[in-house]
């Protein structure tokens, strides 16, 4: 009987032993997925945690490590340029993503930092590349290391999200079509013949026509929503929010659609089918997937952090990213993956907003800025075109002209930057030569060096204050944050310790801290460090 016993507690022994390690992490992550989110902040998700569920983001924040002041410090409000930041480890003066258009003096022209030239059949074509990044990604490093035999890919609504975290080198970028409703490559040189068979099926399913005839309304009581318990005089009723997702008949018919929950639901299920499908992480060799979600609706009125339609988008969203860390740890087991979710950009604060509540606040235009000092410019050395671009920041000047003009290049940069300086809505102006050699200790100075890269940046860098918006060329109103922290950096998974860290983290520190746990080499331009005590 005692030999019984003892056989039965050695067989559970060697079960338990067997099922623990089983769980037990991989040496290195056999995966890693990125979880991109456009406009969300860390504000956003301590708002609504009470109404997620447990298996979502509640699910990372409280078992991974959550960086709740993750930042981009540099002063682009591009989102390409922090993305490139995010992947290479680098600030744009070093990756050279300063902004989504540069001036380029050489070829003379405005360059699209996303948008490369390809010559096709001897015509010129676009497409959207990373080949105007300057340095490696993270991803450039791991294809590297092995040869290319891990797989990098990335999915989003667009490719202005999805390709910079590809590297130089991905193996398939997929966009969500606005006019056809289908995953597509967006790589030059792909054709329908480069796209596997199970995304063509996938694709003959037609989920988005599916739910073009559906409506959408709120999730939960609306009448508990932040929007309704502290904002309610901005909606006229609680019975306002139930939204068509008609096809429209115009170009981007499926926008209404794509930009609605449905858009993020469909994306989890191209994500997860790829995952099953192309067997990522069932080798050796890491993969690195990155998803792209987004909390933007083209539903409803402005846009901001907490009104129904976002808090909405974002609900439903935890339970997409439920759904998806459940097939995960079916696929490859999430002791095997490193999930790593960050935003994009965090949603800006309208300006009626601030007003109302006494903020300091206006609209700067800088284009309109552009043609001001123009004006000045013509008043004080004749007439021309003095000034070539303006982009994020940076004001271009005619170098041809003032050589031809005989004007001193140092002096005119002063004029020009003093005279914007004593617009509304501008904390301060100043030559790029002085940008250069100023030893300010000021963050708001900082952000335009980290930003600034000889090549391709203007000859005036202009700073907006603080709570202002600018005006783009087309019509869109962005908020040039001062400090841009207050964004989610979650780490879960793999080896990963659970904690709250509350201090500022910069975003350059995520790709050495991915390339440590892969065991490859940093980016070749990387300035980050690998963040401390963030696995066991």
Not at 508 to 533: R, V, Y
């Amino acid at each position: 009987m005692v030999k019984k016993y003892n056989t039965i507690a050695i067989a559970l022994l060697c079960a338990i032993h067997v099922s623990m390690a089983q769980k037990l992490p991989s040496k290195r992550p056999k995966l890693v997925v990125i979880i991109l989110i456009d406009q969300l902040s860390t504000n956003q998700i301590v708002a609504f945690r009470d109404q997620f569920s447990d298996n979502g983001f509640n699910r990372l924040i409280y078992g991974g490590a959550f960086y709740r002041n993750a930042s981009y410090p540099a002063g682009s409000a591009y989102y390409g340029s922090n993305l490139t930041s995010l992947v290479t480890g680098s600030y744009p003066s070093t990756h050279g993503i300063v902004s989504d258009w540069w001036y380029d003096r050489v070829r003379s022209k405005e360059v699209h930092a996303l948008y490369g030239d390809l010559l096709v059949n001897n015509e010129t074509e676009k497409y959207p590349t990373a080949d105007r990044v300057l340095s490696s990604s993270f991803t450039d490093e791991l294809k590297w290391t092995n040869n290319g035999r891990s797989k990098v890919s990335a999915i989003g609504r667009n490719e202005q999200h999805t390709v910079w975290c590809g590297g130089h080198t991905p193996d398939e970028i997929y966009k969500l079509d606005e006019n056809t409703g289908q995953f597509a490559l967006v790589k030059p040189g792909d054709s329908e013949d480069a796209i596997s068979d199970w995304v063509n099926k996938f694709n003959k399913k037609d989920f988005l026509e599916t739910y073009s005839s559906r409506g959408w309304g709120p999730l939960n009581d609306l009448s508990q929503y932040y929007q309704m318990k502290f904002f309610s005089e901005q909606r006229e009723a609680t019975t306002d929010f139930m939204y068509s997702l008609e096809l429209q008949e115009s170009a981007g018919a499926y926008i209404p659609v794509i930009h609605s929950p449905f858009g993020n639901k469909i994306i989890r299920d191209f994500a997860m089918s790829k995952i099953i499908h192309d067997e990522y992480g069932k080798d050796d060799e890491p993969d690195v997937l990155t998803i792209n979600f987004s909390t933007r609706a083209v539903h409803g009125g402005t846009h901001n952090a907490y009104n129904a339609e976002t808090e909405d988008m974002i609900l439903r969203l935890d339970l997409e990213i439920a759904d998806l860390l459940k097939t995960i740890d079916k696929e490859v087991g999430l002791e095997n993956t490193l999930v790593a979710l960050t935003s994009v950009s965090a949603p800006d604060r309208p300006v009626e907003e601030n007003t109302k509540h006494g903020i300091p606040t206006g609209v700067f235009s800088g284009q309109k800025a552009s043609s001001l000092v123009n004006l000045f410019l013509m008043a004080k050395y004749g007439q021309g075109k003095w000034i070539m671009a303006y982009h994020d920041g940076h004001m271009y000047l005619n170098h041809e002209l003032i050589n031809e003009r005989g004007v001193d290049l140092v002096k005119i940069k002063e004029e020009a930057a003093s005279f914007i300086s004593d617009m509304e809505g501008v904390a301060f102006a100043m030559p790029v030569t002085e940008l250069k050699i100023t030893a300010s200790n000021l963050a708001a100075v900082r952000s335009l060096q980290l930003n600034y890269h000889p090549h391709r940046s203007g000859d005036i860098v202009v700073k907006i204050s603080p709570g202002w918006t600018e005006e783009l060329d087309d019509g869109r109103k962005i908020t040039r944050d001062w400090s841009s922290s207050q964004l989610p950096l979650i780490f879960y998974g793999w080896k990963v310790n659970p904690k709250n860290v509350y201090q500022n983290v910069s975003m350059i520190h995520f790709a050495p801290t991915i390339s440590s746990f892969l065991e490859i080499p940093f980016p070749n331009g990387c300035e980050g460090e690998p963040l401390h005590d963030l696995i066991y």
